[in-house]
């Protein structure tokens, strides 16, 4: 919405026949009999519109345009011209100006140019308010994220295929949901599969469904994700898990944007758009087989790698602010604040862990600790759990932060397989080994 319009123009009829127009439509006006006046105006208040004549005493309109351009950079500039000068106002269009009108113009005209300023003003201001959001919903202070949250608007309005790549915790899901949060697919629903928590068995029925009877087992119909995901986007995390011998079919499943269920013979026709993200190596997994190279090409449209947190120290506190904050709000506990030795602290930590043990610690914090202000003894970091001594076997040591790494994610099998960098399949055979149960919920 256009709320404040200057006007500079020295024929005072037009001046006045134009601020009146403008007033009918409820909008405020500033007025300028020359250039000067109006460049004096335009350093002292907030303007949404200028409406100038081309040639006025002391200062022209394309001195007015100049003075908006720095002052006001997201204002609009529409030049007034007689026939006898267009040059002038096709040169202000060249050096930035929104719209130009020619002199004698109807109440009509003017009414129509305003119209397209408002509609042009709107969508700027709502873009910007997308990027603030995306970058205030990723916390991104680094110049590595912002470059990611400056792309996702871009990314989102296509329907590429995006391949997220980064090591576990680092926020690969956060992204996924918002190019979805932000696409035209908005609406429709957004499907999340971790591929690595799917029994190796029963992963052609999750992703495609089965009819009854289709196998031992299968005692009524299921609709599978890429049915539920239908007009929406499908999330393959851990993409490398899916098993070798079922990528081919996974493969035409996506360029057909088609499929069979388990047992069924009428093929079903599907539009979506796919997400899929790794916490490995891509190459390595290309070259030890346990992805296609033609089925990561398929899905590598667009890529983007999350770097971890270390390496991104400028994001450290402000994500640790973000989630302070927000862990308070949803345990209903009072506002907490960290010192300056909790902040150094965090600053000079590795995460190994990444984003994900950073939203850890911080509820941890939040949940057991009533202080108001969260020192640096209240922050229990991995690192600085006790060593373990000379001559332990590797079979120990692997026990030891398999299980420690378990309690720490509260026995939760797929934040701790995640974290780790295994599947959950070889997490639940470490922990059976280790004398958990094997009917435990991941």
């Not at 070889?426 to 009917?439: D, I, Q, V, W």
């Amino acid at each position: 919405m256009i709320e404040k319009v200057l006007v500079a123009d020295d024929d005072s009829l037009m001046l006045r026949f134009i601020i009146e127009t403008l007033r009918r439509r409820g909008i405020e006006t500033a007025a300028a009999k020359d250039g000067a006046e109006a460049i004096r105006i335009l350093e002292t208040e907030p303007v949404d519109l200028i409406l100038s004549d081309v040639r006025m005493p002391l200062k022209s309109g394309l001195d007015v345009l100049a003075a908006a351009k720095k002052h006001h950079p997201h204002s609009l500039a529409i030049l007034m011209t007689a026939h006898g000068s267009i040059e002038a106002a096709v040169e202000a269009m060249r050096l930035g100006a929104f719209n130009y009108l020619l002199k004698p113009f109807s109440a009509e005209a003017l009414e129509t140019v305003l119209s397209k300023a408002e509609e042009h003003l709107k969508l700027v201001k709502e873009n910007r308010f997308l990027k603030e959001e995306i970058r205030e919903r990723l916390v991104a202070k680094s110049p590595a994220m912002q470059k990611i949250a400056s792309d996702l608007e871009k990314i989102a309005r296509s329907n590429a295929s995006v391949f997220i790549t980064g090591e576990s915790g680092t926020g690969k899901e956060v992204v996924a949901s918002e190019i979805h949060r932000l696409s035209q697919r908005a609406a429709a629903p957004f499907i999340k599969v971790n591929c690595a928590a799917v029994p190796e068995t029963l992963v052609e029925s999750e992703f495609f469904g089965h009819e009854k009877g289709a196998f031992t087992g299968a005692i009524a119909k299921k609709t599978g994700r890429f049915e539920l995901a239908d007009q929406g986007t499908l999330f393959l995390d851990e993409v490398t898990e899916i098993p070798i011998i079922l990528q081919p079919k996974l493969l035409r499943a996506i360029q057909e944007q088609e499929f069979e269920r388990v047992g069924g013979t009428r093929p079903i026709k599907v539009n979506i758009r796919f997400l899929t993200a790794s916490n490995r190596s891509v190459q390595e997994a290309i070259e030890t087989k346990m992805l296609r190279e033609d089925l990561y090409y398929r899905l590598n449209v667009i890529p983007i790698h999350i770097p971890p947190l270390r390496s991104r120290n400028e994001d450290i506190l402000p994500l640790a602010l973000h989630l302070l904050e927000k862990t308070c709000r949803e345990n209903h506990k009072p506002p907490k604040r960290l010192s300056d030795r909790a902040i150094q602290k965090l600053l000079k930590y590795s995460w190994p862990g990444n984003v994900r043990e950073l939203a850890n610690i911080i509820e941890r914090t939040v949940v057991l600790d009533f202080d108001p202000v969260i020192d640096a003894e209240h922050l229990y970091l991995d690192a600085e759990k006790k060593p373990l001594s000379t001559g332990t076997t590797l079979h120990e040591i692997e026990k030891k932060h398999i299980l420690e790494t378990f309690e720490s994610f509260h026995q939760n099998r797929t934040k701790t397989a995640s974290a780790l960098g295994i599947s959950v399949r070889t997490l639940r055979n470490k922990l059976h080994e280790y004398g958990f149960a094997a009917s435990e919920e991941i």
